[in-house]
């Protein structure tokens, strides 16, 4: 028997989730104490122990109900004492005046070695050229005027970073080449790159990130990580690090810029997915001990599983989604690409097709009941 279980921190209560593992395995007995949650059938016996940082109040438990083809359902109060935070983003991790080391995220090859940095600034909105414009009584002074970084500089957007590889701190040639001529590119460094040229990993062929004018250079943030320099390179799941990066990037921009609602395009200009941010302040626990009833893919696939008895604990956000490809939701998608109040997320565009595949196969991975909120799709992003 498998248990799901959402607790929202804000609230301090949670819902409940037993799953049952085939059909016919009612009736079941339930037994509840703050720390562990017990379940008998007529074939089996199971005991599942919850974190110490989260205490079930058993007296709360109201709303208990049969959901077919989901389980057993209850809703009740928890103390849940956990001051995990989210990893840290771009703009907090990153400092000036030292060194870092980008890695290719796909397949760990260095990317650029031993940068030290010597200013990291975060770049303003999309349109800030036009609010300018707004607001000066004068002529607009950065009209037609690139923000570029100089060399060691580093600019932050919401899902890329630019950087100046005109310095000789960088690797040339076999990490990084133009997509292109698909060869060794170290004559790219010297010369004026051509406009938006693809950079590609030379060991694993996954799309970076594009050229610019100036010798600058865009990268995603999707498909790279950056470590301070002297620090081993951690290996991430593909499908841990794309939906963690993703979470934290939603989260950052619904309270800086009060926005929730979100198109996810591609370098190409395409919208791949619609994302509605519902919240951002669950803790999932999630038991998948009975292999007979596991699904092929959990919210946590990818993370450190425990023993069948004990259960992790995990940051999550909770968006609705619905997808763009195949012209599918394409009248809604226009509405929202023309409302001021939706903010666009630009990926790889191959990213975006990941991260859809990511996000569908999370949704089925949810109790039915769960899956579906006015014909939008549902599902948690974990964040850790």
Not at 200 to 217: D, N
């Amino acid at each position: 028997m498998d248990v799901f279980l959402e607790i929202r921190k804000r609230l301090q209560n949670a819902l409940l989730i037993i799953r049952e593992p085939k059909q016919g395995s009612l009736p079941v007995d339930v037994s509840i104490t703050p720390s562990v949650l017990k379940m008998k059938t007529l074939e089996q016996c199971r005991e599942i122990n919850f974190p110490p940082e989260v205490r079930l109040v058993p007296s709360s438990l109201r709303g208990l109900q049969y959901v077919s083809g989901d389980g057993i359902h209850m809703r009740l109060l928890v103390q849940a004492d956990l001051n995990k935070k989210l990893v840290s983003t771009l703009n907090q991790s990153l400092q000036a005046l030292k060194c870092y080391v980008f890695y290719c995220q796909w397949c760990g090859e260095i990317i650029i070695k031993e940068r030290k940095l010597l200013r990291v600034l975060p770049l303003p909105s999309g349109n800030w050229n036009a609010l300018v414009e707004e607001w000066c009584c004068h002529p607009n002074p950065f009209a037609n005027k690139p923000l570029n970084p100089g060399e060691n500089d580093c600019f932050i957007g919401d899902t890329h970073l630019l950087v100046n590889l005109r310095s000789d701190s960088c690797v040339p040639g076999p990490e990084i080449a133009q997509a292109e001529t698909h060869q060794p590119s170290e004559s790219h460094l010297e010369s004026k790159p051509k406009a938006n040229t693809k950079i590609i990993c030379k060991r694993c062929k996954a799309m970076l990130g594009e050229t610019g004018s100036s010798g600058t250079t865009k990268f995603y943030i999707t498909e790279i990580i950056i470590q301070p320099s002297g620090r081993d390179f951690d290996m991430i799941p593909r499908s841990q690090f794309v939906q963690s990066v993703i979470a934290q990037c939603l989260v950052e921009l619904s309270s800086t810029r009060s926005t929730f609602r979100f198109t996810v395009q591609g370098q190409d200009g395409k919208t791949y997915i619609l994302v509605w941010l519902l919240n951002s302040d669950s803790l999932l626990i999630e038991s998948l001990g009975n292999s007979e009833s596991s699904q092929a893919f959990s919210l946590f696939e990818g993370m450190e599983r425990l023993d069948s008895n004990s259960t992790g604990i995990w940051n999550a956000v909770k968006v609705l989604y619905r997808p763009c490809v195949k012209n599918r939701n394409n009248e809604l998608a226009s509405s929202w690409e023309n409302d001021i109040g939706v903010h666009s997320l630009v990926l790889p565009s191959q990213t975006c097709l990941e991260l859809l595949l990511i996000l569908s196969r999370s949704n089925d991975s949810l109790p039915p009941s769960l899956q579906y909120m006015n014909s939008f799709q549902k599902l948690f992003a974990v964040t850790e």
